[in-house]
């Protein structure tokens, strides 16, 4: 999969003529939590979690596992490599997609837990 570069200058993810998006905010959370974030979980490595999955390989393997289209809410069941053979299990959930309706091979990708996008409210759709 690649990108093309049209005529009006705007990036184009190759498959159903949507636009590649520039950016994705991705939070995640385990699969036992409650989406809300009102179970109480937490994970002590919380950022340690976030480091593995903000790594370019495991980031370039999500722009190429879901490119395509995705919508705010999609949430993908993947595992994060937490070192020395014991992966993590994670749901990942778009919570703002900037720019475009698919995921490319140039869309940046960002990560917070899901407790601050739930505390905070810093996914916000974009248009």
């Known amino acids: 999969m690649g990108s093309t570069e049209p005529r009006n200058g705007e990036k184009q993810a190759d498959g159903d003529g949507g636009k590649q998006a520039d ?3 991705l939070s995640f959370r385990s699969p036992e939590a409650d989406q809300d974030g009102n179970d109480g979980w937490w994970v002590a490595d919380d950022e340690w979690l976030a480091e593995g999955i903000r790594e370019p390989i495991f980031r370039r393997y999500l722009r190429r596992a879901h490119a395509g289209a995705i919508a705010v809410g999609d949430e993908w069941e993947e595992f994060v490599s937490c070192g020395c053979a014991s992966p993590e299990d994670v749901v990942l959930r778009v919570e703002s997609v900037e720019s475009g309706t698919e995921m490319g ?23």
């Open 23 to 25: 950016r994705v905010l």
């Open 105 to 127: 091979p140039e869309t940046t990708i960002d990560v917070v837990p899901r407790a601050t996008v739930v505390e905070d409210d810093v996914g916000t759709e974009a248009a």
